[in-house]
């Protein structure tokens, strides 16, 4: 009886320990700070994920820009995608994304002019609903790769999209913008053999070519970062095989509908994947 009343005291002495308070969640302070303006329409994880991206492109161009602060047009890779043409205007078609005002740019998510509901859009350019907007739709989000995959997973320079990286499809979008590509960054060649014709051609188009900016962009960084002094070129012979023996007809296949099931503002890249502005 002793016992239990002594055990009754002691229980009733010991303070009662009081549940945790919910918790409310404690935010980094800006743990991804996003180098353009990010429209709120897009949610936390999208946010987080078009920033790291925007910031990659932004790493790509300012490589691409050392690269040829460094070498000039004396650079090998220089001289493959841009020819003997001075090196001033690649440089600031780079330096404007790194340097320039970014305040007349916005990224959205909320897909305003319904085209993320089209087939195959990864994202566009507003054009003229809204010169200074871009839209990035879903079908980014999950097949776009960071920098850091750059030279694996069978990627090469020359037979792999450039929109396989965010950074090399965000630099693409960012010159379709007035503020970015100021109506002298535009479309002249298409494709990997493309730009190299363009450049081989000597003409005053390769330094401006939005194509070659991110062929340039990409090779220079897989050469110099990802795998220095090697990089991922890949074989040129086996593309041009792989052409006539599967992408070709594939291609053909598509073109025969390309008027009626391809927009105005859009247009196919090798292997018929379709890019709207």
């Not at 507003?126 to 097949?143: K, P």
């Not at 594939?250 to 247009?267: F, K, L």
């Given at each position: 009886m002793q016992f239990l009343a002594l055990a009754l005291a002691l229980c009733a002495s010991s303070p009662v320990t009081a549940l945790p308070a919910k918790q409310t969640p404690l935010p980094l302070e800006d743990p991804v700070k996003s180098p353009f303006p990010i429209h709120h329409s897009c949610n936390a994880t999208e946010q987080r994920q078009l920033a790291t991206a925007l910031q990659e492109t932004v790493?790509?161009?300012?490589?691409?820009?050392?690269?040829?602060?460094?070498?000039?047009?004396?650079?090998?890779?220089?001289?493959?995608?841009f020819g003997d043409r001075p090196s001033l205007?690649?440089?600031?078609?780079?330096?404007?994304?790194?340097?320039?005002?970014?305040?007349?740019?916005?990224?959205?998510?909320?897909n305003p002019d319904g085209n993320c509901g089209l087939d195959g859009w990864a994202g566009h350019w507003?054009?003229?609903?809204?010169?200074?907007?871009?839209?990035?739709?879903?079908?980014?989000?999950?097949?776009r790769r960071p920098l850091s995959t750059m030279c694996s997973q069978g990627y090469t320079v020359s037979q792999s999209e450039t929109n396989t990286f965010w950074a090399g499809d965000l630099l693409h979008r960012l010159y379709h913008m007035p503020a970015i590509g100021q109506g002298l960054v535009e479309h002249y060649a298409d494709g990997y053999e493309g730009v190299l014709e363009l450049a081989a051609?000597?003409?005053?188009?390769?330094?401006?070519?939005?194509?070659?900016?991110?062929?340039?962009?990409?090779?220079?960084?897989?050469?110099?970062?990802a795998v220095p002094g090697v990089g991922c070129v890949g074989g040129e012979d086996e593309e041009e095989?792989?052409?006539?023996?599967?992408?070709?007809?594939?291609?053909?296949?598509?073109?025969?509908?390309?008027?009626?099931?391809?927009?105005?503002?859009?247009?196919?890249?090798?292997?018929?994947?379709l890019h709207c502005i």
């Open positions: 790493t790509l161009v300012s490589h691409a820009k050392d690269h040829i602060l460094r070498w000039g047009n004396e650079s090998a890779i220089y001289r493959k995608y205007t690649a440089i600031g078609a780079y330096d404007i994304i790194i340097n320039g005002n970014p305040e007349t740019i916005l990224f959205r998510c909320d507003r054009g003229e609903n809204a010169t200074d907007e871009t839209v990035i739709c879903e079908l980014s989000y999950t097949s051609g000597n003409g005053t188009e390769a330094v401006h070519d939005s194509e070659t900016l991110q062929y340039f962009a990409l090779e220079a960084y897989a050469y110099d970062v095989e792989g052409d006539e023996t599967t992408e070709e007809p594939v291609q053909d296949d598509q073109d025969e509908t390309a008027e009626e099931e391809i927009p105005e503002n859009c247009h196919t890249h090798e292997g018929g994947e």
